[in-house]
């Protein structure tokens, strides 16, 4: 093609004006020229004729005609005339010519008006593109004057008549070089295009996938599985619900597009300390922006399993509302189906991914030291609790009361904790799920009988104190307190489902080989369980234990007796006041506990039942010691009620 000097030196500039990144949002597949058309004021008309193929269009300009012919279309053949609204003042009309070879679409804008000559069709393969700037004719009146390419002027002269001259090349795979070349932008060009082009179903570019779909009166909700590029394997694919809320009522159709894109291609990859999976999905409703759908829309995404130290995340951007890279967390919700499936509900719609964030706070140090303290300390306690029933045993052949009975209680329920607890790591490794379930609820069952069991010991109490006599109460309010009541609660939890199961604690020293049990699972509904119930529990045992301290000492600490026994209460209720302690430590998780405070709760807890031993043990002694220092003195009766709550603790 011929160019003079002076176009030659335009576009030198251009390109530089490109190259320094000022028009990095134009690009060159797409056509758009400008100018102000300089006509009479004899009624004016626009005249097109357009037909396939890829030499040249032809934009000219007369005193009544704006006339657009040449052949750079796919399919659009279309010539006529049509009439443009003239004002007989006007002298000059501001005009448009935009090209989207894409879509073999054109429009003219014509005094802000326009006029679709080709209408928007499938994503074309091939298409005439590039235009370039060929033959100009110079006018001496009327025409086109300050003729522009993307807001670039070409000249300020009249011109007659400007053609370009196109060449044939892959559309798709050039528009998918500028929309990667533009990273997330090009997200929003993908969809933007995709949503403009007459297709429904599937459309297939290089760089991503979309379907398209009609959402017409009636619409019930769809499952859909995005479409993949034919390496992908079909399994891997992501899938998405699209519930029926996501069509607007006011309109008779709406149009979604669903694209899947490879994230390596068109994201950065995320926040700095994560990575970003490689599949991510964009859905779209016409364009709009959504918020705060009533039914999420749920996506369902396929991947290796992570690693035991990283979990996976669902986060969205929203690349209409945030320029910078900005994956948020809000808004979804992640539900981690299987090691390989996340599911992710999300009440808004834009880019979807699931970013793998790598949690430092899953991971516990020496933890293979503590398992070990662990383990054997429940051993001590197995064996504790074992001697200890045996004496409860034998005294309640002599003396028949409710004290040995709660006493009997506790000691058999931190008995089925330990053994559970030992249990748990071993089940959990058979890797059986009902087993895995089973053991969880077992082991959930002697920790809230644990508690249980607690909170009778502090309602024993308060009897005595108070005075009433124990046989007031028949056992069966005590075993159903103890036993009932945790089986019940358990009950409900395994018909809820998805409580129990199996937990993978990591140690930092060995990330690979975490530490399985048997307990309640990560999700939502157990950690609330957990919260409400287990949580709930403990404070009320501690607080009603707290309370029972403060009654208990008011009540018997003017009486003479209470110098002779006040030490060793103290040091029962001490100890009981550990456990409560030692045990919300564990609950409450305080941030990361200090290695030491680990450690020392481990032990604790594991030795209960050696320490509830020690303290029977310890009653005995002080009991016979009682006796013998108040042999025959008169207040015999007094010190029987005494000795019992005290000892009751
Ligand atoms: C067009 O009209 C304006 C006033 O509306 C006038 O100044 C100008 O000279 C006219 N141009 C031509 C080419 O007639
Ligand atoms: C005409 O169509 C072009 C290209 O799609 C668009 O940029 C422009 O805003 C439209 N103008 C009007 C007045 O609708
Ligand atoms: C758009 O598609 C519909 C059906 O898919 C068809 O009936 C209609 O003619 C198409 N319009 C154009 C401009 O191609
Ligand atoms: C058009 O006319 C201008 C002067 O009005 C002249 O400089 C230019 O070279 C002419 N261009 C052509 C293509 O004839
Ligand atoms: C979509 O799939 C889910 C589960 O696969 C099913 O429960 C639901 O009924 C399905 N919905 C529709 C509209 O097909
Ligand atoms: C998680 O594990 C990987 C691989 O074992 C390791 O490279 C990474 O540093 C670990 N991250 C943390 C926070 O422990
Ligand atoms: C788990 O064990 C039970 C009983 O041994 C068996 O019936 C069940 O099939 C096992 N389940 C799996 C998933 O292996
Ligand atoms: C980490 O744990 C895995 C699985 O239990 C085991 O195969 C591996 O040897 C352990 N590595 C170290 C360094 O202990």
Redesign the pocket.
């Not at 006029?115 to 091939?126: A, F, R, S």
């Not at 089986?487 to 399985?516: C, F, M």
């Not at 564990?586 to 450690?599: I, M, R, Y």
């Given at each position: 093609m011929k160019q003079n000097p002076k176009t030659v030196r335009m576009w030198m500039i251009i390109c530089l004006l490109f190259s320094l990144g000022l028009a990095a949002t134009e690009n060159d597949r797409d056509f758009k020229m400008c100018g102000t058309w300089r006509h009479g004021s004899a009624p004016r008309n626009l005249k097109y004729d357009l037909r396939t193929g890829c030499t040249e269009i032809e934009i000219s300009a007369s005193e009544s005609t704006l006339s657009i012919r040449g052949s750079i279309t796919v399919k659009c053949t279309r010539s006529s005339s049509v009439p443009l609204n003239s004002n007989p003042l006007q002298n000059q009309s501001d005009f448009c010519v935009f090209w989207e070879p894409l879509l073999d679409l054109l429009i003219v804008e014509v005094n802000g008006k326009n006029h679709t000559l080709c209408k928007p069709k499938d994503l074309q393969e091939n298409c005439c593109t590039d235009l370039s700037l060929g033959k100009q004719k110079n006018a001496s009146l009327y025409g086109i004057v300050k003729g522009s390419i993307h807001g670039d002027i070409i000249t300020n002269n009249v011109m007659e008549k400007y053609a370009f001259e196109g060449q044939s090349i892959n559309c798709k795979k050039k528009f998918c070089d500028e929309a990667v070349s533009q990273t997330s932008r090009g997200a929003n060009m993908i969809e933007n295009v995709v949503m403009k082009s007459n297709t429904t179903g599937r459309v297939d570019l290089p760089c991503a996938q979309s379907t398209v779909i009609e959402m017409k009166e009636g619409f019930t909700g769809l499952n859909l599985t995005l479409p993949a590029s034919r390496t992908e394997a079909r399994n891997m694919i992501p899938s998405v619900y699209l519930p029926s809320c996501l069509k607007s009522a006011t309109k008779s159709k709406s149009k979604v597009v669903c694209t899947h894109y490879k994230a390596r291609k068109l994201f950065q990859g995320g926040p700095s300390d994560s990575t970003l999976l490689d599949d991510v999905v964009g859905l779209s409703v016409e364009n709009e922006i959504i918020k705060n759908l009533p039914e999420p829309v749920r996506i369902t995404f396929h991947h290796l399993p992570f690693?035991a130290?990283?979990s996976g995340k669902c986060v969205s951007w929203d690349t209409r509302i945030d320029n910078e890279e900005n994956w948020r967390g809000d808004g979804c919700n992640t539900f981690n189906i299987n090691e390989r499936e996340t599911e992710c509900h999300c009440n808004h719609l834009t880019y979807f991914a699931i970013l793998v964030q790598?949690e430092?706070k899953a991971?516990v140090r020496h933890l293979e030291a503590l398992t070990f303290i662990t383990a054997v300390g429940c051993a001590v306690s197995l064996v504790s609790c074992l001697v200890l029933f045996y004496w409860l045993c034998k005294r309640r052949i002599g003396k028949k009361n409710q004290t040995s009975l709660v006493h009997r209680g506790l000691v058999v329920a931190i008995f089925l904790l330990c053994l559970f607890f030992i249990l748990t790591g071993t089940v959990a490794n058979v890797e059986n799920k009902t087993a895995c379930v089973i053991t969880g609820s077992l082991l959930h069952y002697s920790l809230l009988s644990t508690l249980c069991w607690m909170a009778m010991e502090v309602f024993h109490t308060f009897l005595l104190v108070r005075k009433v006599f124990s046989s007031d109460i028949p056992p069966w309010v005590f075993y159903l307190g103890g036993f009932g009541l945790p089986a019940l609660l358990v009950i409900i939890l395994l018909s809820i489902g998805d409580i129990y199961g199996e937990k993978k604690i990591v140690p930092?020293e060995n990330?690979?080989g975490p530490y399985r049990m048997c307990w309640m699972l990560d999700g939502d509904k157990s950690l609330l369980a957990h919260y409400i119930i287990n949580i709930g529990l403990l404070a009320v045992v501690v607080s009603s234990g707290a309370v029972m301290l403060f009654l208990v000492v008011k009540e018997i600490h003017n009486r003479p007796e209470w110098k002779k026994i006040h030490v060793s209460f103290l040091s029962i209720w001490g100890l009981t006041c550990l456990f409560g302690t030692t045990w919300g430590l564990g609950f409450l998780d305080f941030g990361p506990l200090s290695e030491a405070t680990l450690f020392l709760f481990c032990i604790i807890n594991s030795l209960q039942g050696f320490f509830l031993m020690l303290r029977y043990y310890a009653l005995e002694r002080m009991k016979k010691k009682d006796d013998s220092i108040s042999d025959g003195s008169s207040s015999a009766s007094s010190k029987q009620h005494m000795l019992q709550p005290h000892e009751k603790s």
């Amino acid at each position: 093609m011929k160019q003079n000097p002076k176009t030659v030196r335009m576009w030198m500039i251009i390109c530089l004006l490109f190259s320094l990144g000022l028009a990095a949002t134009e690009n060159d597949r797409d056509f758009k020229m400008c100018g102000t058309w300089r006509h009479g004021s004899a009624p004016r008309n626009l005249k097109y004729d357009l037909r396939t193929g890829c030499t040249e269009i032809e934009i000219s300009a007369s005193e009544s005609t704006l006339s657009i012919r040449g052949s750079i279309t796919v399919k659009c053949t279309r010539s006529s005339s049509v009439p443009l609204n003239s004002n007989p003042l006007q002298n000059q009309s501001d005009f448009c010519v935009f090209w989207e070879p894409l879509l073999d679409l054109l429009i003219v804008e014509v005094n802000g008006k326009n006029h679709t000559l080709c209408k928007p069709k499938d994503l074309q393969e091939n298409c005439c593109t590039d235009l370039s700037l060929g033959k100009q004719k110079n006018a001496s009146l009327y025409g086109i004057v300050k003729g522009s390419i993307h807001g670039d002027i070409i000249t300020n002269n009249v011109m007659e008549k400007y053609a370009f001259e196109g060449q044939s090349i892959n559309c798709k795979k050039k528009f998918c070089d500028e929309a990667v070349s533009q990273t997330s932008r090009g997200a929003n060009m993908i969809e933007n295009v995709v949503m403009k082009s007459n297709t429904t179903g599937r459309v297939d570019l290089p760089c991503a996938q979309s379907t398209v779909i009609e959402m017409k009166e009636g619409f019930t909700g769809l499952n859909l599985t995005l479409p993949a590029s034919r390496t992908e394997a079909r399994n891997m694919i992501p899938s998405v619900y699209l519930p029926s809320c996501l069509k607007s009522a006011t309109k008779s159709k709406s149009k979604v597009v669903c694209t899947h894109y490879k994230a390596r291609k068109l994201f950065q990859g995320g926040p700095s300390d994560s990575t970003l999976l490689d599949d991510v999905v964009g859905l779209s409703v016409e364009n709009e922006i959504i918020k705060n759908l009533p039914e999420p829309v749920r996506i369902t995404f396929h991947h290796l399993p992570f690693p035991a130290n990283c979990s996976g995340k669902c986060v969205s951007w929203d690349t209409r509302i945030d320029n910078e890279e900005n994956w948020r967390g809000d808004g979804c919700n992640t539900f981690n189906i299987n090691e390989r499936e996340t599911e992710c509900h999300c009440n808004h719609l834009t880019y979807f991914a699931i970013l793998v964030q790598v949690e430092q706070k899953a991971t516990v140090r020496h933890l293979e030291a503590l398992t070990f303290i662990t383990a054997v300390g429940c051993a001590v306690s197995l064996v504790s609790c074992l001697v200890l029933f045996y004496w409860l045993c034998k005294r309640r052949i002599g003396k028949k009361n409710q004290t040995s009975l709660v006493h009997r209680g506790l000691v058999v329920a931190i008995f089925l904790l330990c053994l559970f607890f030992i249990l748990t790591g071993t089940v959990a490794n058979v890797e059986n799920k009902t087993a895995c379930v089973i053991t969880g609820s077992l082991l959930h069952y002697s920790l809230l009988s644990t508690l249980c069991w607690m909170a009778m010991e502090v309602f024993h109490t308060f009897l005595l104190v108070r005075k009433v006599f124990s046989s007031d109460i028949p056992p069966w309010v005590f075993y159903l307190g103890g036993f009932g009541l945790p089986a019940l609660l358990v009950i409900i939890l395994l018909s809820i489902g998805d409580i129990y199961g199996e937990k993978k604690i990591v140690p930092s020293e060995n990330v690979t080989g975490p530490y399985r049990m048997c307990w309640m699972l990560d999700g939502d509904k157990s950690l609330l369980a957990h919260y409400i119930i287990n949580i709930g529990l403990l404070a009320v045992v501690v607080s009603s234990g707290a309370v029972m301290l403060f009654l208990v000492v008011k009540e018997i600490h003017n009486r003479p007796e209470w110098k002779k026994i006040h030490v060793s209460f103290l040091s029962i209720w001490g100890l009981t006041c550990l456990f409560g302690t030692t045990w919300g430590l564990g609950f409450l998780d305080f941030g990361p506990l200090s290695e030491a405070t680990l450690f020392l709760f481990c032990i604790i807890n594991s030795l209960q039942g050696f320490f509830l031993m020690l303290r029977y043990y310890a009653l005995e002694r002080m009991k016979k010691k009682d006796d013998s220092i108040s042999d025959g003195s008169s207040s015999a009766s007094s010190k029987q009620h005494m000795l019992q709550p005290h000892e009751k603790s």
